[in-house]
């Protein structure tokens, strides 16, 4: 009596699956895991790519005035201040909608393979905000890549492949808006860690024949030293006005300047880090928020 109990209280009289079953679950499996090898296969050969475009169920309205207030924010694919966290993106949400900008560029966003519902997608629709992402790599959790969220309709968007290196891979997601000024393109990027990579990436920014009216350039520039790139840019987008950029890495006690905003065909008022005690945990960045005045005509007023 005893020991049927105890067989009872581990199913060790319950009776075994029959074999033809087990075989079947066992190769369902292994299909499941092949179709997703196949999928992410399939994935990496077509980066970068322009993986989802959308409008909140509830939308803001309005169109794009000339005071823009603009975000970038490195979200460290939702994982925390050390990246040893599982992603957590609500917790990133919360610091992005203390921001309350207009448009906000997001670095390292991370997509789910498996996750029942699109973290991005969800916290796009619960601000009201549109979106767009293009995917810059596979990752074995899902697609990473660079983001933008607005409150104002997109009226066009492509991506640009800025994989100028083996080592890594890069992109960028840019859009375009209707504004009382006229069209307005807004880029969102990660630039490489490796200098000439990074001064490569910024020309083919600058000359791409879809970028040359009015464009706001947010992102993780990398910028940890004066170089040829950031001269670039602040020569191109700022010219002579004098910029002091706010420090943003590493987000609790940053030391460099690697976030920024840059604009041509618009002014830029000023420019801050967003230093909230929960920006100081949400990621190893902190986001940067700045204030624009868009003239239109491509030029900056001395």
Not at 69 to 78: D, E, F, P, Q
Not at 146 to 174: C, G, H, M, Q, Y
Not at 265 to 292: F, N, T, W
Request: proline share 6%.
């Amino acid at each position: 009596m005893t020991t049927y109990m105890i067989d009872k209280e581990f199913g060790h009289d319950d009776p075994a699956p029959p074999r033809g079953r087990l075989r079947r679950s066992v190769a369902e499996s292994r299909a499941r895991r092949e179709r997703a090898a196949e999928r992410k296969d399939a994935l990496a050969a077509a980066i970068p790519y322009l993986a989802a475009v959308r409008a909140p169920s509830l939308p803001l309205g309005g169109t794009m005035g000339r005071d823009v207030s603009v975000a970038s924010y490195n979200v460290h694919r939702w994982a925390g201040l050390n990246g040893v966290r599982a992603p957590d993106p609500a917790r990133a949400g919360f610091v992005i909608s203390e921001l309350e900008a207009d448009v906000i560029g997001l670095q390292e966003v991370l997509r789910p393979f498996d996750a029942e519902e699109d973290p991005l997608e969800r916290l796009a629709d619960a601000l009201h905000l549109h979106l767009a992402f293009v995917a810059t790599r596979v990752h074995r959790r899902g697609e990473i890549g660079n983001a933008i969220l607005s409150r104002w309709p997109i009226t066009s968007v492509f991506s640009l492949d800025l994989s100028f290196s083996r080592v890594e891979k890069r992109s960028a997601v840019a859009v375009e808006f209707a504004s009382s000024e006229g069209p307005v393109a807004v880029v969102a990027t990660h630039l490489a860690l490796v200098d000439r990579t990074r001064s490569r990436q910024v020309k083919s920014i600058l000359e791409n024949p879809r970028l040359q009216g009015p464009v706001i350039l947010l992102g993780d520039m990398n910028a940890w030293r004066n170089c040829k790139a950031t001269r670039t840019l602040e020569r191109e987008l700022i010219g002579d006005e004098e910029m002091t950029w706010p420090r943003t890495f590493p987000a609790a006690r940053p030391v460099l300047a690697l976030d920024r905003v840059y604009a041509r065909g618009a002014r830029i008022e000023r420019v801050a880090a967003h230093e909230s005690p929960a920006a100081r945990k949400a990621s190893d960045h902190l986001p940067v928020i700045a204030q624009l005045r868009i003239e239109g005509n491509g030029n900056q007023d001395g």
